[in-house]
């Protein structure tokens, strides 16, 4: 007997008939043997739909009272799933967060579990009812509601599954799994059997939306077998666990890319110590994220900086740095708002040279000019412009062979 945490999306609960078909695949999967725990999102569209009913109230809407609000869509869903479960003669009961007792701090709109009390589900999973819990949410100490951050009810899942000691936690969602790339750019995308949470990781933050990064963090760090699967049609999925040496590994598994990239450079600054932290220093208060950092080496006593932030925070961004600019006595700034990051992923990168080169080549093969490179353990990301973006990303999926499965290799 197996104990399993299957999570369904807001697409998969979006309508009275789909929640009908989610309570059959639970009730198939109960009947097998299984112990299960069901946790849900609001139905697609519902969280937004609230959060504009407090934007009708209120221009900044008091968090606390927000998360009353916000917390109700999944309260409707595991209520219904519940019902339909019953209607088919499976014994279930649902269950808000803070009925279960899961424990957050007090963090409200983006809290962090501290400690789940899994002494109810336990009771009744050993009575042989399903257990429904409402995703997104918890309770801090003071028996106020809280909220996990948007796309929440991953991690919800993810952590009850750790709590638990789940055999896997499977999260059911409107794609059948995670793919090399996003097919909607390259058509012969192919999805992965298998992927490492390090892999995943680098691919969620990279772009691919498949799964909430901090459900990928928590999974890595509770070592929860984590399964992406699709709601409407059948198929094993995408299984995201650590590294298994007997597992054959591609060299790289997948593409991922950010559209949405801007970069900016000062050039002239002093080679003084402090200066990277002068520039980036103010950026930070401002509270917009820096995600490359190119800094030249020094010909003369002066160097230059590049650095890539969101293209929402392009222009707060270029104001700030021109202030810098100015204070520091640097020469210019530039920038360029049309430019995207293409990221190829893989933990076969480790232990294989030639990797880079061999995407450089590509690239060059195909007349794109990179911009920026930066480089982890497990990936290469290149800026490029904006218009190179879809064929980067095919030339990159055909040099690497990803749309052969590794026994075709
Ligand atoms: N309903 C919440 C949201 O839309 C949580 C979730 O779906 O994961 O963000
Ligand atoms: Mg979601």
């Known amino acids: 007997m197996a104990l399993y945490v299957y999570k369904f999306g807001g697409t998969s609960v979006g309508s009275v008939e789909r929640i009908k078909s989610v309570a059959e695949k639970v009730k198939k999967a109960h009947d097998l043997g299984d112990q299960i725990v069901v946790v849900l999102s609001a139905m697609s569209g519902e969280t937004n739909r609230l959060i504009d009913l407090a934007k009708e109230m209120q221009s900044q809407p008091t968090a606390r009272e927000l998360d009353v609000l916000i917390s109700t869509g999944e309260q409707v ?4 799933l519940s019902m339909a479960l019953h209607q088919l003669g499976c014994d279930a009961t649902s269950y808000t967060g803070g009925q279960v007792r899961i424990l957050t701090d007090s963090v409200h709109t983006k809290a962090r579990i501290r400690e789940i009390d899994d002494a109810k589900m336990r009771a009744d999973l050993n009575d042989r009812k399903v257990v429904v819990v409402a995703g997104f949410q918890g309770v801090d100490e003071f028996g106020d509601i809280t909220t996990l ?9 993810v952590a009850l599954a750790a709590a638990l000691k789940a055999d896997e936690c499977h999260i059911y969602t409107d794609v059948d ?10 058509p012969k995308a192919r999805r992965l059997d298998h992927i490492t949470f390090e892999e995943m990781l680098e691919m ?31 198929g094993c999925g995408t299984l995201i666990t650590y590294e298994d040496s007997q597992m054959e590994s591609a060299l790289i598994s997948g593409i991922a890319f950010n559209r949405d990239e801007a970069k900016l450079t000062i050039t002239g600054v002093p080679d003084l110590p ?3 932290h002068k520039i980036l220093g103010p950026i930070a208060d401002a509270n917009i994220e820096v995600d490359m950092i190119v800094q030249n080496i020094a010909d003369d006593a002066s160097t230059d900086f590049t650095f890539t932030v969101h293209r929402n ?13 100015s204070e520091l006595g640097a020469r210019k700034v530039t920038g360029d708002d049309t430019i995207v990051k293409v990221s190829i992923v893989g933990v076969g990168m480790r232990s294989h040279a030639g990797i880079a080169s061999t995407m450089f080549k590509t690239l060059a093969d195909e007349g794109i000019n990179i911009r920026m490179i930066a480089t982890s353990e497990i990936k290469i990301s290149v800026v490029v412009d904006e218009k190179y973006l879809e064929l980067a990303v095919r030339a990159l999926h055909s040099a690497f062979e990803l749309d052969k499965t590794i026994e075709a290799l």
């Open 204 to 234: 969620a933050s990279l772009g691919s939306k498949v799964l909430q990064i901090r459900s990928v963090e928590f999974a890595g760090k509770y070592n929860v077998a984590l399964r992406v699967l699709s709601s409407f049609q059948e």
């Open 313 to 325: 925070e392009y222009l707060r961004a270029k104001t700030i740095l021109e202030q810098t600019c």
């Open 77 to 80: 869903t595991v209520a219904l």
């Open 274 to 276: 402090g200066v990277a």
């Open 149 to 157: 951050g948007r796309g929440g009810s991953d991690t919800s899942a």
């Open 177 to 186: 799994g995670v793919y090399t790339t996003d097919p909607r750019v390259e």
